[in-house]
């Protein structure tokens, strides 16, 4: 089965690239600047998207440490629904494919991400296509952020896996212990910030949802596998979407690759009310 879910991965990855490809042509590049220029290029703007990332809260209003309340709010009301979820994911757990559940894991292991997105980088500089190297630096950007925010939480949060049945409250910070690392979850970081930043690069609704499809595979994998609570999804999903969001904002301002930056986007907002707790996206 294993084998099958890499297959669907590898076909994956062709796929975005054919896709990609075909949008060459709306691009002009300029064809006497080297692939080490380039990368040079990419690299500095790499590191100021993640600059921008970390010092941005410091620039923040009050419209911002509102929608901090409303994801730490949503979050903690969503732990009421943790253990429900859980046993409706468990009690279905054998009917759930396994092609599906080992995809889930290699979409969203690190190994395999970084990977997919080195491959996505490097046919962007082949083809100097300016779209792709930007989506890949908008990807590789944004997994820097979160992975660093990630880590830090995890251990700080240390809270218990489902899977050791102690509830989904028990909490030992800083524990050094991989049973306590279940908030956020690292698979839906990497799976979303992927499926967002390439989604983003496409205008046609049913491409972005076959996209946002296939990324939402491993959050619903992790919850199939009892690694994770639905909370620690949730928050995972909204972290990611608002800091490709941030850095995709911010690499558009510095003009730094030849793409129309009028292109119709989603905005995405926290919506948090007596009766609704979601992320919502306005076209």
Same mark, same amino acid.
């Given at each position: ?10 076909a ?11 949008? *060459? ?41 509102a ?7 949503? !979050?903690?009301?969503? !732990? ?39 491959? *996505? ?48 409250l028990t ?14 979850s690292?698979?839906?970081? *990497? ?20 996209i ?38 911010? *690499? ?5 690759y ?26």
């Open positions: 089965m294993k084998a099958k879910s890499l297959i669907l991965f590898v994956l990855f062709i796929f975005v690239c054919n896709s990609f490809s075909q949008q *060459l042509q709306n691009i002009e590049n300029d064809s006497t600047i080297t692939i080490w220029q380039m990368a040079k290029d990419d690299a500095k703007n790499t590191i100021k998207a993640v600059g921008h990332s970390f010092t941005r809260p410091l620039h923040w209003k009050g419209d911002d440490f929608k901090l309340g409303i994801l730490i709010g949503g !979050t903690a009301s969503l !732990t009421f629904a943790d253990r429900e979820v859980r046993h409706v994911f468990q009690s279905n757990v054998d009917g759930f494919p396994t092609v599906v559940r080992d995809f889930g894991w290699y979409f969203g292991s690190p190994q395999n991400y970084f990977m997919a997105n080195a491959g *996505l980088y490097g046919f962007g500089l082949i083809t100097k296509n300016e779209k792709i190297r930007k989506t890949s630096v908008l990807i590789i950007s944004s997994s820097i952020t979160t992975g660093l925010i990630q880590t830090f939480t995890k251990n700080a949060v240390g809270r218990a896996r489902p899977g050791r049945n102690e509830g989904h909490f030992k910070h800083f524990a050094n212990n991989v049973g306590y690392t279940s908030f956020p690292g698979h839906t970081i *990497l799976s979303v910030t992927m499926a967002h930043s390439i989604a983003k690069q496409f205008k046609n609704p049913w491409v972005k949802l076959g946002y499809s296939v990324g939402a595979i491993p959050p619903i994998s992790r919850l199939v596998d009892d690694a994770h609570w639905l909370s620690d999804i949730a928050f995972s999903t909204a972290v990611s979407i608002f800091v490709v969001d941030a850095i995709d904002r911010f *690499l558009n301002k510095q003009d730094a030849g793409i129309d930056k009028k292109e119709k986007q989603i905005s995405w907002n926290l919506r948090f009310g007596a009766n609704q707790i979601g992320i919502v996206g306005t076209f």
